[in-house]
């Protein structure tokens, strides 16, 4: 069904993935309505890490040369041994990946790049960006969609857009595969100004100290006038949990052992916040006629290839160009979206959980790990990522 002109295209969702699609829609014409149920559009949560498959959705956008003056361009990613204090990998990524990829790897505020974004959007005068304003439910027939918010009060679309992330509201009437599943990992992220940073921990790295059932991984941001901190740490003692502050005595017990290093970071911290890490099984249909999901809201994931925000941008440029190759033939569109994305999205969820076992890995299997990283050589371990990272290995 093509647009409707009197419609506007409806997105339940103002975070990453949803101004993401605004815009990549605003960018081929399309009008959208975007729909954020908290008061005002912003982003919490501090640090992303942007892969060079990021840069090349940015240059899609639109929104390369202000994301560019955002970033802090690290040197290396470093991989740590938390209890042993050995270094594992070091992957000169400032020297290496512009060559490989073509783009390079970076580091950015997670504020700062929504805000990049929503600028964007207003810009176009093709976005109607609506605060306060839940969607709870809606009918599709597919040739219009009707939400309905929160506020009892109904809006009309030609197509529908999820993009409420892990506990999608949308998702539920598509897929209706109830509650994520919970990992036991729990995550606790914090920022510290760099004053408070210890010397010994202040390089112009992307660095991850992998311990038994543990990590803390650090990096800087802002141009270095913060260091963004997470730790992660098996815990049975919550289901459910999502920006709350956390309990810094489980954390130090999680944490016993460790390395010094890691230690003067956790202490430095007297305030964090705290995630309960979920994620879905993945899936090959997350569409029904002119309603379709992106992001987490369609393949939610763990943070250990820091890909969740890249995977709703890609998504996002991905949908606007099927819409363009269909004249705008939602159905049409929706459903050759979610065909070129899936195996992607569905590689990454698996994977990442591949990777949050060898970040945690103890005893043999520990030793392993590192006997196994340290035998490769930088370019090994660049080439490890091209699947995910090469512009080629990115549907369209």
Not at 153 to 160: I, K, R, S, V
Request: charged content about 25%.
């Amino acid at each position: 069904m093509k647009q409707n002109s009197k419609h506007p295209v409806l997105i339940a969702g103002g975070g990453v993935g949803g101004l993401s699609a605004a815009l990549a829609l605003a960018r081929n014409g399309l009008e959208s309505s975007v729909f954020e149920q908290a008061d005002e559009f912003k982003e919490i949560g501090a640090g992303i890490q942007l892969g060079p498959n990021a840069f090349h959705t940015f240059d899609d956008l639109g929104i390369a040369d202000e994301v560019h003056e955002l970033t802090v361009y690290p040197d290396d990613i470093v991989a740590m041994d938390a209890i042993s204090g050995e270094e594992i990998v070091r992957l000169p990524v400032a020297k290496l990946f512009p060559k490989r990829f073509g783009k390079p790897y970076g580091l950015i505020h997670r504020a700062d790049l929504h805000s990049v974004l929503l600028r964007a959007c207003r810009e176009t005068g093709k976005v109607n960006l609506l605060s306060a304003k839940k969607v709870t439910d809606f009918n599709a027939n597919g040739k219009e969609v009707v939400v309905t918010a929160a506020d009892e009060q109904q809006h009309t679309g030609a197509a529908l857009i999820g993009a409420d992330g892990l506990w999608s509201t949308v998702r539920q009437r598509i897929v209706g595969d109830g509650k994520p599943r919970i990992s036991g990992h729990i995550a606790y992220r914090a920022v510290l100004p760099l004053d408070q940073v210890p010397e010994a921990n202040r390089q112009n790295a992307m660095v991850v100290w992998m311990g038994p059932r543990f990590h803390l991984v650090h990096y800087p941001l802002r141009g270095h006038d913060m260091f963004n901190l997470v730790a992660v740490f098996h815990s049975d003692r919550f289901d459910e949990g999502w920006d709350s502050y956390g309990d810094p005595e489980e954390l130090n017990l999680r944490f016993k052992g460790a390395r010094p290093e890691v230690l003067g970071m956790l202490e430095k911290i007297d305030s964090w916040r705290m995630w309960v890490l979920c994620d879905r099984e993945p899936i090959a249909n997350w569409t029904k006629g002119n309603t379709t999901l992106l992001g987490d809201a369609a393949h939610p994931m763990l943070q250990y290839l820091a890909q969740g925000a890249c995977m709703a941008m890609e998504d996002a440029v991905c949908l606007s160009k099927h819409l363009t190759l269909t004249g705008n033939d939602f159905n049409a569109a929706f459903s050759s979206f979610q065909k070129a994305r899936y195996l992607r999205t569905a590689r990454i969820q698996q994977t990442a959980r591949l990777y949050g076992q060898a970040y945690h890995a103890a005893d043999a299997t520990r030793d392993l790990r590192n006997h196994f990283l340290k035998s490769r050589t930088p370019e090994q371990t660049m080439e490890s990522m091209a699947w995910m990272y090469d512009k080629d290995q990115i549907p369209v």
